[in-house]
């Protein structure tokens, strides 16, 4: 089977399980809440498990990402880069996105970065803000 990008608009009890293997500091109840309102969840799917997940909120034609998360197995195999371009393609009328680093802890920030810059992003002059415009 080949991984797959997918929405997670109505999760599924195993897709509920895998995210909270995925995101273990958030709960069923507060995923369910954000997706409520509004919020966008996107999962990477092999076997019909989620390997990696990220949250997406949309202000017209910027796009922020936040908790992009990747499984501690899964890493460095592409599955986090494939699921941040399916993203970005599945969203064509966001022009400009981007991430915020703030809240990561320092070893965090620095492999995150690295990533960003391999997905095309750059960092904004003298801030934990990372953007990359996406118009054609």
Known sequence: MRLTIIPLVNPTEQQYIDLSKIWIDQSR??????????????????????????????????????????REVTRRRGVGLYLLQEIIYQLPKITLWIFNLGNLEPQHKITMEKFLTAGGFHQVTQSDRWELNASY
């Open 29 to 70: 109840e507060k995923l369910t809440q954000l997706l409520g309102s509004g919020q966008l969840f996107f999962g990477a799917r092999f076997n019909d498990r989620l390997l990696a997940a990220a949250k997406v909120t949309v202000h017209q034609h910027q796009g922020v990402i936040s908790d992009f998360c990747v």
